[in-house]
Nanobody, 121 residues
Framework: QVQVVESGGGLVQAGGSLRLSCAAS????????MGWYRQAPGKQRELVAN???????NYADSVKGRFTISRDNAKNTVYLEMNTLKPEDTAVYYC???????????????WGQGTQVTVSA
């Protein structure tokens, strides 16, 4: 069984910072791409950033220069450092990961349960 669990959300004032973490655990052989998405009330879920196992990153235009994604392959963990937060960054943030389970030839996409980030004006 595989689990993906986020942590680190909370309430912060505009201009502040938060660091999200997402750890995958269980019967894992390897993880290719890991990413962060977010969903604000009444809006569709959108990509925030993702990172390959080799460290190649991709960011949404709205967060470039403010957010940084990184990962620790030894810990099966991905991080999202969020700086200069704005009220429009308020959303539930979800982590996902393309995981090769032990003995599997193809990866499966796993999602975490989400963590709330609220930025007050």
């Amino acid at each position: 069984q595989v689990q993906v669990v986020e942590s680190g959300g909370g309430l912060v004032q505009a201009g502040g910072s938060l660091r999200l973490s997402c750890a995958a655990s269980g019967s894992i052989s390897s993880i290719s791409r890991m990413g962060w998405y977010r969903q604000a009330p009444g809006k569709q879920r959108e990509l925030v950033a993702n990172i390959t196992s080799y460290g190649s990153t991709n960011y949404a235009d709205s967060v470039k220069g403010r957010f940084t994604i990184s990962r620790d392959n030894a810990k099966n963990t991905v991080y999202l450092e969020m700086n200069t937060l704005k009220p429009e960054d308020t959303a539930v943030y979800y982590c996902n990961a393309d995981i090769y389970r032990s003995g599997a030839y193809f990866p499966q996409l796993y999602w975490g349960q989400g963590t709330q980030v609220t930025v007050s004006a």
